[in-house]
Every structure is written in C-alpha cells, then in structure tokens.
C-alpha cells in the first residue's frame, strides 16, 4: 500500500515538473525567438563591423538565463523522484515521451553565432575558396552581417561536408541554412541517445540513462538549440568508447581521427590509445594503426590543408592571447579589481607567470593517465574510457584559457556509457562543471568574476577528491 502511494504521489509530481518544464520550454524559446529578431535587425545595420553582444541589455540575459536556470532545477528534481523507476520501454517509447522537448528545442532559435559562421565556411567552399586558408571576412555572403568571428576555419574537413550540406538551402532563405544544419544536429542527437540506449543493453540503469540524456537541458539547448558541432564529437566519443570497450582498438583509432578531422579535440585522446596498445603488446594492431593515421594526414593534406597554415588553423590561433570563462580569465579578472589598486605591470606579470603553472597542472596530470597502464596490473577498458573522459575535463579547466560552456557537454556522453562502473568521482565532478559552466555563463555572461561560479566548484570539488585520497593514505600507513 506505502509502495502504490509513493508511485502515486511520484506521479503527480512528475505531471507537476513536466508542466513546468513545458511552461519555462515555451518561454525561453519565446525570448529567443525576440532576442534573434532583434539580434537581425542590429546585425543588418552594423555596417561598422564592431562585436554585437548576444543580449545588449544585461536584464534580458539574466531574465533569459534564469528560465535556463529554472529548466535545469527541474530537470534535477526529475532526476530525483526517478532515480529508482524501472519501466520496461521501448527506445522509441522514449523518444515519443521526449518529442516535445526535442521539438522546441530544434525550433528555438540559436542564443550564439557559431552556426552562422559553420554555413558561411560551407558558402565559402562552395564557392571554390578553402576556408581553412582565407578568413571568413574575405569571403562575402547573406550571413556576413552576423559574423563575429571572421578568421579562418577552426573545424575540420569533414565538418565542411555538413556546413555544405546546410549552405545549399542558403539560397532559399538565409534561416533554412540554419535549421537544416539543427536538423543535422537534432538526429546526430537522437543518434547518440540510440548509442546509449544499445550499449547500456544489459544495464538496469538503461531506460533512465537513456531518457536522462535524450532530454537533458544542456544537451538540447547548446548541442540542438544552439547547434554547436560538439554534438558530433559526442558522436565520436560515444562510438570510440563503444569500440575499446568491445576490443575494436583499429576502429576506435580511426574513430577518433574522424573525430579530429571535426573539431580538434580528439586529438589528445589519440596517444592515449597508442600507450593502451603498447601496453597490450599488440603490436600489429598498432602497425597497421600507424599506417591508417599517416595515410589520413596525407589525403587531409591532399584534400583540404595543403599548407601549415592550414593545419594551424585548426587549433584556433585567433584565441591565442584571449581568456574567457576560465581559470585564466579568473585570474586576470581578480588581479584587476579596482578595489585592489594593483599596478598594470604586476597584473601583466603575474598572468603572464600563472599560464604556464595552470598549464603544467594539465600535462603532468596527461602524463600521470598516459602511463597508468603501467602502473597497474589490471587496467580495464572501463578503467581506460573514464580516464579520457578525465583528460578531457582536466583540458577544459586547465588548459583552455578560451574556453566554452558547450565544451564540457561531450563529458556527458563519457558520464552515460560509464553509469554503472566504479566511476562516482568522475560522474559527479563532471556533472558539477557541465551545470556550472553552462548555467552561469547564460546567467552572467559579461558580469566580472562570472568564472568565478563557472570554474571554482568543478576545483573544489577536484581538491575534496585529491584530500580524501591523501587521508586515506595517511590512514592505511598507520594501520
């Protein structure tokens, strides 16, 4: 009788928050929806080519993120009410029950630039100039007015082929380019869903896993609202883990090279499966592994980045001197404190001293998860797929002086495959950076010491971690 109240009762709160959900869903699409028209209007009457911000008036983006805020408070307490909830469902049982979120969420229009900018490279290479060699302010098109970033192209080759795709409806109206592209955006996000649900097959956690990542508000508003190209990484990840784990090493190395040759983050996870191999002694895996990775760099060559120019361009050098949203920019932006009267030249320097201590923090950490492998005697490939996902979110917070919020949400994808492993740290840490580094960037953006809420929990909680470690050591040496 308790059991059939609580399920009653966990009923009725769950038609509560899908009311809120939907409520707060149509709202911020609403504010969109305004924010673009007006981002449009400003945009087109711009002819001095400065910066537009996303929102000129700080009320409207702390209104804006604040419904964002509400949508994850929700999504949380969801989680709550449902931890324990098995139900037997098919997967497409849940992506009917999702539909509405994913639908208002493919409707919304993007709060960033970032697609303008993706189409405006594929009008570019449509048109016979390689944006991987010329910026994009060299090249003149119906998004043009809306660019803020105009250097050459941070996205690989086979990130073209979808900016291509998307320009081709550029033709018919600017605004279809932009929503076959969160057409492309949508279905890789049910796809990797799908990944999920398949992989998690025999896991009691599957149906809720799968639901908690479908419609989780992060996921859709920067990978599906917002359409930024992470959603294929997540893509990549989810399938390289997928491969290590069922001991296909060949195809995860040629996964992640696919990976590479879309945003250039899988790159570091790259000497990680080599190491793995080495370990393993499995030597004609890796001889053949070396041979495909060379021939790939030679036909991207051949095909796309014919100079190192454009293999440069790759790794964003026209953030190089810029900080944002990260530990760096903390730093700098304590030191500039009015209150604290510090001199411009000692800021300069303390800065200019604490980038390469922050980035040590990321290497020696690299190098510690590059020879893990040796230091134990069983080294799982469970083990192996939380540690990149450990790399990557020590590369975030450490080695990123730009850094994004929708960066961090290929984390989630790691946190999903691995639910049901001895991974609690990694799961936990993950989910507190992805939350905070979203939710205050769309809440205070532009605010002094914004970073402060974006990057100090993710760090607190890391030393919590590091001083737990520490104790228990002290306290295995004195028994």
């Avoid at 294929?232 to 040759?261: D, M, P, R």
Wanted: proline share 4%; net charge positive; hydrophobic share 50%.
């Amino acid at each position: 009788m308790l059991m059939l109240n609580a399920n009653i009762s966990n009923s009725k709160k769950n038609q509560i928050l899908l009311g809120l959900a939907i409520f707060f869903s149509l709202i911020l699409c609403g504010e969109l929806a305004i924010r673009a028209y007006s981002f449009y209007l400003d945009a087109l009457g711009n002819s001095t080519g400065r910066y537009l911000p996303d929102f000129p008036k700080h009320f409207d983006q702390i209104r804006t993120g604040i419904e964002y805020l509400c949508l994850n408070i929700i999504y949380v307490l969801w989680l709550i009410i449902n931890k324990n909830k098995k139900t037997d469902v098919t997967f497409i049982k849940i992506l009917r029950n999702s539909s509405f979120f994913l639908l208002i969420s493919f409707i919304a229009y993007p709060i960033t630039t970032d697609i303008n900018l993706y189409i405006h490279y594929g009008l570019m290479y449509l048109n016979g100039i390689n944006p991987f060699i010329n910026p994009a302010s060299t090249f003149t098109s119906e998004l043009s007015p809306f660019l803020v970033w105009k250097q050459t192209s941070t996205y690989g080759p086979i990130s073209q082929l979808f900016f291509m795709f998307s320009a081709l409806f550029v033709a018919i109206i600017p605004s279809l380019g932009i929503y076959a592209f969160k057409l492309i955006c949508l279905l890789f996000h049910i796809l990797n869903s799908y990944l999920i649900w398949g992989h998690l097959k025999n896991s009691p956690h599957k149906i809720n896993v799968t639901t908690a990542y479908l419609v989780s508000p992060l996921l859709l508003y920067e990978q599906v609202t917002n359409a930024h190209i992470d959603v294929l990484i997540s893509t990549i990840l989810i399938i390289l883990i997928i491969c290590l784990k069922n001991y296909n090493y060949l195809a995860a190395i040629v996964t992640a090279w696919i990976g590479f040759l879309i945003k250039t983050l899988p790159i570091v996870w790259l000497p990680l499966i080599f190491v793995y191999l080495i370990k393993q002694q499995r030597w004609k895996i890796l001889f053949s592994a070396i041979c495909i990775s060379v021939a790939i760099i030679f036909a991207t060559y051949l095909i796309a980045l014919p100079s190192v120019d454009a293999w440069i361009s790759l790794f964003n050098p026209g953030v190089k001197e810029r900080v944002g949203g990260s530990l760096y920019s903390l730093i700098k932006n304590v030191l500039s404190i009015k209150i604290l009267h510090l001199p411009v030249i000692f800021q300069e320097t303390v800065v200019s001293i604490s980038k390469p201590i922050i980035f040590s923090i990321f290497v020696v950490s690299y190098l510690i998860i590059l020879v893990k492998p040796y230091l134990k005697k069983t080294y799982s490939t469970t083990t192996f797929s939380i540690n990149i996902g450990w790399i990557t979110l020590i590369l975030f917070l450490f080695a990123a002086p730009w850094y994004c919020s929708w960066y961090s949400s290929v984390l989630l994808a790691v946190v999903a495959l691995n639910i049901d492993s001895n991974s609690k740290r990694f799961v936990i840490t993950s989910i507190v950076f992805c939350t905070s580094s979203t939710v205050f960037n769309y809440l205070l953006r532009g605010i002094r010491l914004c970073d402060f809420l974006t990057v100090v929990p993710t760090l607190a909680l890391i030393i919590f971690w590091l001083a737990s470690d520490i104790q228990a050591l002290k306290k295995s040496r004195q028994n």
